[in-house]
C-alpha cells in the first residue's frame, strides 16, 4: 500500500514543479502588451467584487489566483456580469486570462467571483493594452494565400491555444492528485 502512496506523491510533486515553470513561462507578456493597471484583491466565498473598464482598444486582463479560486466574467452590456451573464470569462483553478475586443462598447463591466470551494480568495488582476495591429480587419479569407507569405505573422494564431489547453489539463490533473491524496491520508 505504501509504494502506491508514494508513487502517487512522486508524481504529484514532478506535475507541481512542471506546473511552477509553466507559471514562470506565463509571466513573459509579448512586447506589444502596456501594462495599464494592477489590481489586487480579496473575495469572499460566492461573492463578487466589479470594476468597470472605460479603456478603448484591444485590453487583455490576467488574473491569478494567489490564494483560493477567484473566477473573471466581462461583459459589454451589464456593469455587472456573472456567471449567468456575460459575454467573456475565465473560471480555471490557476491564472484566468480574457481577452476583451476593441469592438465592445465601453464602460465594460468586469465581475470577479470568488469560487464556494474556498472561504476566501485572494487575487491579483493585470490589465494590458494590446497595441498589436490585425493584419487582417476584415478576416483572413478576405485576403489571397500570398499575401500570408511576405514574411507577416498574425498576432493571435491557433498556435496560442494549445498551450491554454494544456494548462487547463495540467490544472485537472493536479486537482484529481490532490483529491487522491487526500484520500489516501
Sequence with gaps: MAAPCWRALLLLLASQAVALVKCS???????????LHVVQGQIGAGNYSYLRLNHEGKVVLRMQSLRGD???????STLHPSFDDYELQSATCGQDVVFIPAHFQRP???????????????FEMRVYFDRT???YPFGEAAYPAEGAEGGQQQAHGPEEAAPEEESVLWTILISILKLVLEILF
Design 133 to 135: 495591429v490585425d493584419q
Design 108 to 122: 465594460v463591466g468586469i465581475g470577479i467571483y470568488g469560487h464556494p470551494s474556498h472561504h476566501e480568495s485572494d
Design 70 to 76: 477567484a473566477d473573471l466574467y466581462v461583459s459589454d
Design 25 to 35: 513561462e506565463a509571466d513573459d507578456v509579448p512586447e506589444e502588451w502596456l501594462l
